[in-house]
């Protein structure tokens, strides 16, 4: 998360994203649906 904009590590932290290489599982939501849109480059989605 470091050097990235501050409205992609508010998005990461709200998903509870804090460290690298973290995995969770979110309901498939369209509020989480959306936060995935803003980071797609910066995560990996598995279903």
């Known amino acids: 998360m470091i050097g ?3 409205k992609q590590r508010v998005v990461l932290r709200g998903m509870g994203l ?3 290489q973290k ?3 979110l309901p498939d939501t369209p509020q989480i649906r959306g936060m995935l849109n803003k980071v ?3 995560v990996r ?3």
């Open 18 to 20: 804090t460290k690298m």
């Open 40 to 42: 797609q480059h910066l």
């Open 4 to 6: 990235r904009p501050e």
């Open 23 to 25: 995995t969770i599982q």
């Open 45 to 47: 989605v598995e279903e």
